[in-house]
Each structure stands twice: as C-alpha cells, then as structure tokens.
C-alpha cells in the first residue's frame, strides 16, 4: 500500500518528463566532468614522482576509455619530453580546472531544470486535493475531522516537499554519479571493485532495517499532527462556548497532552533520521578501510595489476562515492518518512466523487413536479426517512414542518443530491432525478439555509458568486430586493466590504439577506428555504420575511420552518413525523384535524414559562 501511494507520487512526474530527461542529462554531464578532475590525480602523481607511464606512438582511433586514457597520456608525455615536468604538470592542472568549470555549470543545470520539477508537482497535488474536496460526497467529508483534512492539505504536503520532492534530487543525481564513478574504479582495478559491489549491499540491509522503523514512526507523527489540528480548529469554532463555561485550563489541558505525544513522537523520529547520516559514514568507512588495507597490500605486492599513483586515484575515486551513497541513504531515509504522508494524502484523492457523470447527462427543462416515491435514507445506521412520499407541482408554495429530528432538511438534502437515498425514488416531472446532470439540479434549485454562509471576501463578490455571468447593475438590483442594499451603504467600502472569516464582521440578519441577494441573483425556478429565520432576532427577522417574499415570486417554493406563522398561506403543508408524511392539508384544516401540528402551533406561539 505504501509502495504504491509513492509509485502514484511518482506518477505525477509524467508531466514533467522533458525537464527530467535534462535533469538526468546534465547531471550525468556534471558527474562524467567530476570524474575527469579527481582521475587527473593519477597522472598528477606519476609525473611528480616520475613514475608516469610514457605513451609514444597517440592511438590511432578513439573508441573506448583506454584509448581516450592512451591519448591523453601521450599528449603528457610528448610535453614531458619537449617542455619539460612542470609544463606537464601546468597542462594536468589545466585539464582539472576546466573539468571543474563544467562540472559545476553542469551541476547548475541540473537544479534549473529541477525547480519546475519540484514545485509544480506539489502545485499539481494541492490543486488535484482540492477539486476532489468539491467532488467527493458530503458524507465523505462528516466522516473525517475537518482539523485532520487540514492536516493532511498543508502539513502532509509540505512533509512531501521537504522530504520527497527535496530528495528527488539526489535520486536523479546520485545513482548517475555512483555508476559513473563504479565504472572508473572497474577500469582502475576489477577485483577492489568487486570488492565495494558486495560490501554495498550489506550496508544496504543495515540502512533498510531502520527505514522501517521510522516509517512506522512517520505514520503515528502524521495522524497525531491531524489529531492537533482538530483539536485546534475545535477551539477557534467553540471559543465563545469555551469562555461562556470556563474551561479554558480544561481544554487547554486536553491540547498539551496531545501536543506532547506529538513532541514525544517527533523526538524519536528525528533521533533515528539523524542517526542515518553517522551510521552511513561510519559503514561507508569500514568498507573504506578495508579496500586500503587490501589495496595496499596488492601495491606492496610487485606483480600487482595497479600501480601505486593508480591505487591513489583509486582511493580518491572511490571516497566521492561516499558522499552520493550517504546522501542516498539519507533520501531512503525520507523518502520513508515522506511515504506515510503521501499515503494520508492519497487516502483523500482515491475517495469516490459524488456521482457517475456518465449517467447523468440530462439537464432540467419544462419544469411540471417534483415527486417523492417511498423514499428511504440511513445516516451512520440511524433511519431518518422511512418511506417518505408527497409531490410538489409548479408554482406550489408547499410548506414541511416536524419535531426536531423528524427528517426535514435531509429532504432539501437529497433535492439538491448532497446524499444518495438508500431506496425509493425521486422524480423530476417523469424522470429520475439521478438521470440529471449534478450541475444542473443546483442550478435549478436555490437555498436559503438557517446557517448562513459567506466567504471570506467583499460583500459584492459573496452576492456576485450566485450568477457568475453577472454585471454590476445585477447585483445591486439583488442586494436592493434582499433589503441589504441600506445597511451595505453604510458600511466604510460599502460593496467592497470585507466580510471576514464566514462573514463574521456583518450580524446574523445581514449575512442571512446577502445569503437571499446571493440566491436572487441565481434565479432559480425552485426555491428551497431551510429554516432562513429560525436564528435571527426580531427585527432581522422582519426584514428577512421581506427579503423572502422578494424571492419566493412566481417560484416553486419548498419551506422547512417551526416559524408556523409564516406558513398560513402556503398552498399545502406537510407533516413530517419520523421519517413519513403523517398529514397534509392547509394550515386552518391542520390546526382542527392534526395533534401534531396544533401542537407545534401551540409551542411556538405560547410563551415558554420556566
């Protein structure tokens, strides 16, 4: 499962695959470069202690190392013999210093190429996160704590960036350098070589065992992380309720004890990762120690296939191997702390959308009824409708009241298909209302919900998002119609007034009448209105009821209230009792014939005494 949440990470390289072909290129341009300056040490050394090996005939074709190696010496020896050690020596350092300058040119080609790698995958992730947080069910997201979705949109991500995205680098760059440099000791001494091959995998294991471990490290990290997020997000919603208790130690209290498990877990995470790095060198150095204690005695030896000033080169070739095999270790490293991150954040983007598009292609046209056959829906194995059944004309004002609990916003739900009922059906005019096209059900249909919300921005952008064809006259018309426009007038940028973080600057009544400015712009044929009153004082309340007149003209209207005064003149109202229309008539016939609505009657208008 983890191997194939990084294989998914990795796919998202596909896009990008021109810009890591070259990132691959000029890094194995720059490690070929580096090569070529630490090799000059052989020859270096042969001609300052004159022992180099003299070439004298220039090989007549160029077609392997050992004559590029040949042609190289020959041009060394001819200065030798027509100038003199130290012009020898002059071209040698020459040849190291233009071997650097490219080499490092190189390397920074390499990261150019890298950067657009590296910071439009993550791009491409956070944007892919958030479309499926607008596709998948409501349901989907209930499950989940919102504090924990968070966690996993800002600090998995970056988790991902710093410790995958950052490593990619070096897996690019390191495997072309340790190949290259392997081939280079090959040609220096076959059987030393073979010697590092088979200590490398032994070091290998070592490294793996704990790679496991702080993988299973990074996964309870990452989940506590969300758990902290909760409990803050928890906190900023509650504050008012938290104050008004006085339980500010005691909530405090709850978050220290999950902060400092998280503390605690961290500590050992980064006690192992750190460990990596020592651990690496260190085994990089037993293997290190071993080949001189070998090679040496090969030099010692005087039939020995290298020579001493190679057996140097060897040594210096092979300690740039340590530094690529440790960075290596060190990205194995987090590339498994990076995993469990990448594995929570796939968790969200493997969710199921909402609906199959393919079968739901239609969209909604010549309006003549809404109808609820023998409706059935479950939440969390709790029953909310049991069979429910009415039907709604064109141009009916039909009103639906019950008791708490009774089923009645979940109806407005599943119209504007947030859930999918368990069975029964639901028909548009004759067709199933699965059968339509998502966007266009909520384009038809309008809400006016009892909590009202509004995004963090201007009072006309929040009205402007119902009709994004709009113009400005538009949404000044809406905001008239709503009776927000007086109140709007008064405020210091008036409709360039930032609401704040769920309109929090703006009362309850105002949100609640840019919510119906928002919805008059729409201009739905079918209005729902989900207890649009029921939090508002007095006066907001009168002014909404005259906002809600405005938008309830010459519209099919579906009104879930306890405000039962507001109903009187509704041509039908329903009575919803645990999950079944139980009654159904008008507001005078229901008063006389119906228990439960002369009840509710009876419990509104009568005031409450203690």
Same mark, same amino acid.
């Given at each position: ?48 202690? %004159? ?21 190289? $010496? ?9 100038? %003199? ?27 150019? !190429? ?49 410790? #995958? ?77 938290? *104050? ?68 140097? &080169?060897?040594?210096? =070739? ?73 039907? =709604? ?8 009241? %019950?008791?708490?609990?009774? &089923? ?19 028909? =548009? ?8 096209? #998502? ?40 905001? *008239? ?6 109140? =709007?007038?008064?405020?210091?940028? *008036? !409709? ?14 105002? *949100? ?8 008059? #712009? ?20 009168? $002014? ?15 009104? #879930? ?17 645990? %999950? ?31």
């Amino acid at each position: 499962c983890r191997v194939k949440s990084l294989l998914k990470f990795l796919s998202y390289l596909k896009v990008y695959k021109a810009y890591c072909l070259l990132n691959v290129f000029f890094n194995a341009l720059s490690s070929i470069f580096s090569l070529v300056s630490f090799t000059m040490i052989i020859p270096f050394l042969g001609v300052l202690f %004159g022992t180099q090996e003299r070439v004298v005939n220039p090989p007549e074709i160029i077609n392997s190392i050992e004559s590029f190696k040949n042609l190289f $010496y020959y041009q060394i020896s001819h200065t030798i013999e027509s100038s %003199g050690s130290a012009k020898a020596l002059i071209l040698i350092c020459s040849v190291i210093l233009i071997s650097f300058l490219f080499r490092n040119l190189f390397r920074y080609l390499a990261l150019y !190429f890298m950067v657009p790698i590296r910071n439009g995958v993550i791009n491409d992730i956070r944007v892919v996160i958030n479309k499926k947080l607008l596709s998948i069910p409501i349901k989907s997201i209930k499950k989940r704590k919102k504090g924990d979705l968070l966690s996993r949109i800002s600090n998995d991500l970056i988790e991902i960036e710093w410790s #995958i995205m950052s490593t990619l680098e070096m897996l690019f760059k390191d495997p072309i350098t340790i190949i290259i440099f392997l081939i280079a000791l090959l040609t220096l001494s076959f059987k030393l070589t073979l010697l590092v091959i088979i200590m490398f995998p032994i070091v290998g294991f070592i490294i793996g065992y704990i790679g496991k471990q702080l993988q299973k490290d990074s996964d309870k990290v990452q989940n506590q992380m969300g758990k902290i997020m909760s409990k803050a997000d928890e906190t900023l919603s509650g504050i008012r309720t938290i *104050k008004s208790l006085n339980i500010s130690k005691h909530i405090h209290s709850i978050f220290s004890i999950e902060s400092k498990k998280y503390r605690q877990l961290m500590n050992s995470l980064l006690r192992k990762k750190d460990l990596s790095s020592p651990m690496s060198e260190f085994l990089s150095t037993i293997v290190l120690v071993i080949v001189l204690l070998i090679g040496g005695t090969m030099v010692l030896n005087t039939k020995s296939e290298i020579l001493a000033q190679e057996f140097i &080169g060897f040594v210096l =070739i092979f300690s740039q191997l340590i530094p690529p095999a440790k960075s290596l270790t060190s990205s194995f490293y987090s590339i498994k702390k990076g995993n469990a991150a990448s594995k929570r954040v796939f968790e969200i983007i493997n969710l199921k959308d909402e609906v199959n598009v393919k079968d739901s292609k239609k969209k909604i046209k010549n309006f003549d009824y809404l109808e609820f056959k023998d409706v059935h829906f479950s939440h969390d194995n709790n029953k909310v409708l049991n069979g429910t059944s009415f039907r =709604i004309n064109k141009g009916e004002n039909i009103a639906i009241v %019950g008791y708490s609990g009774s &089923g009645k916003t979940t109806i407005c739900d599943l119209i504007n298909r947030l859930y999918n009922f368990d069975s029964g059906e639901i028909y =548009i005019n004759q067709e199933k209302l699965s059968k339509y096209e #998502i966007s266009s059900i909520r384009e038809f249909f309008g809400s006016v919900d009892q909590v009202p919300f509004l995004f963090n921005d201007t009072i006309f952008n929040n009205i402007f998002l119902g009709n994004l064809n709009a113009k400005d006259n538009d949404v000044i018309k809406a905001a *008239k119609d709503s009776y927000s426009y007086n109140f =709007i007038k008064k405020l210091p940028k *008036k !409709f360039n007034f930032n609401v704040g973080d769920k309109g929090n600057n703006l009362s309850q009544g105002e *949100k609640q009448r840019i919510c119906i400015a928002r919805t008059l #712009i729409q201009n739905p044929e079918f209005l729902i209105l989900d207890e649009a009153t029921s939090s508002l004082d007095a006066d907001s309340t009168e $002014y909404v009821n005259l906002a809600i007149q405005n938008i309830m003209k010459d519209r099919t209207c579906l009104i #879930i209230t306890h405000n039962l005064n507001t109903i009187k003149n509704c041509d039908k109202i329903l009575i919803l009792d645990k %999950g079944k229309i139980v009654d159904s008539g008008t507001h005078d016939k229901l008063l006389k014939n119906s228990e439960i609505y002369s009840n509710l009657f009876e419990k509104f208008t009568k005031p409450s005494v203690k």
